[in-house]
């Protein structure tokens, strides 16, 4: 295939997903977005496999990035921790969307999938963004509130984005990246907090006139950690802007926060249905070897506990892969795996999108296998989960609103801890 023209051999966004890839128009044309599954949300059954001749289910990896340019925006990167690399630059959420509903803190960048529907001339870059608060005790809250019914002011400390732009815009080309480190975006993005290096710096430092702030908070933070000095140099490094932070290394970026979460990059391979654990590095499984045999023993036995037998079934599905850290579902036609049968939503606890009316359908999940590359040791206090689902529109909607907001379904180990 000559440079210039799109590489994607298979033309489905599944394997947009996974490769990164943009198609040619002219594929893009035959394109067809795979029916949803109108019982996603069904409590029954949700334990069953995938039937034959459906889409696998995709699975997500971290690694390191290969280059320092590896997670650059126009690359259409799919992260983990860090900070985001924003597909829209410029328009960026602003006001209570960027905060923690219980705490009002910033939301700290968990990870972003990108994950195109080929189909709409609309969602040719389609990116999903997912923050969190760091807080264990937002996280209860979180749960708490999440089965109030759909309230008329919903309070989250764990927040889902959607961006889409169309193949033709101003701010990439229409062209495939080339991903050699030579791709250039074709306008800048708005400047970020210099702490955090996520959200709009709104806030500008009144000494210096240069470092920005989306909070106060993290102004405060940034002044206690060094500013109030550095502030005072003749000459300051200009602050990062949504189109340098994430092309630099991290060593080298110009944020002050050293409580981000580490950042890599997040790669995908189809889930094979019939692969047996083979895997022998049971530091980073979620069960150890002895604690497999007993969860054969449990799925062996039709009167264990709801609870009890969908752990055990959740954990010998993920021990196939151990390391995976996210499930796209999407074109999979399956269900998410829930570790716990009695935290699971029904049909009614999704709220349709707020933007067009339309139902939601699950996309992806997220495991709680993350929180050890991140590094969160296991406290009492720590920052855990069993699984973070995320739902979106069905229709992928249009909106005036740039980053529209989505919802995720959190359950915690912590309400059957005692029985499991």
Known sequence: ????????????????????????????????????????????????????????????FVESPKHSWSLSRELFPSVAGGTPAWLDPTNLPSGRSCLCDFCAQPLQFLLQVYAPLLHKESTFH?????????????????????WKRQPEKAFRSVKVFRCQLPRFNSFYSSEPPRHDGSDRRTRNGAILC????????????????????????HQTAHWRSGHKIECRQPYMAPV????????????????????LWPQFEIVNEDECRD????????????????????VKSLLDTF????????????????????????????LAKTKPLWPISSGRPSK???????????????????????????????????LDWATIVVY?????CENRVVYKEEFAWVQLLSQSAATL
């Open 194 to 217: 210099s702490w955090c290096g996520t959200w709009r710096g709104d806030k500008i430092c009144s000494n210096c006139r240069i470092a920005r702030y989306c909070s106060e908070k």
């Open 348 to 382: 009614m606890d999704i709220p349709r999108c707020n933007y067009c009316g339309g139902p939601r359908a699950c996309e992806f999940q997220v495991l709680p296998q993350l929180l050890y590359y991140f590094g969160i040791e296991n406290h009492a206090d720590s």
């Open 1 to 60: 295939m000559s440079e210039g023209e799109y590489d994607n051999s298979s033309g489905d966004p599944s394997e947009k997903l996974r490769t990164l890839k943009i198609t040619s128009l002219d594929e893009e044309e035959d394109e067809e977005d795979a029916p949803m599954v109108d019982d996603v949300y069904e409590e029954e059954d949700d334990d069953e496999e995938e039937e034959e001749g459906e889409e696998p289910v995709s699975l997500g």
């Open 240 to 259: 990062a802007s949504a189109s340098t932070i994430s092309d630099l290394p991290a060593e080298t970026q110009k944020v002050a926060s050293n409580h």
């Open 392 to 396: 979106t529109c069905e229709a992928s």
């Open 126 to 146: 389609r990116t999903l963004f997912v923050f969190i608060c760091p807080s264990m005790s937002c996280l209860l809250k979180d749960q708490h509130d999440q």
């Open 275 to 294: 692969k047996k654990s083979e895997y022998d590095g049971f530091d980073k499984s979620l069960v150890s070897q002895s604690q497999m045999d007993e």
């Open 303 to 330: 009167e264990v506990g709801g609870d009890k037998r969908s752990w055990a079934a959740f954990q010998e599905r993920i021990s196939r892969e151990p390391e995976q850290v996210l499930r796209y579902y999407r």
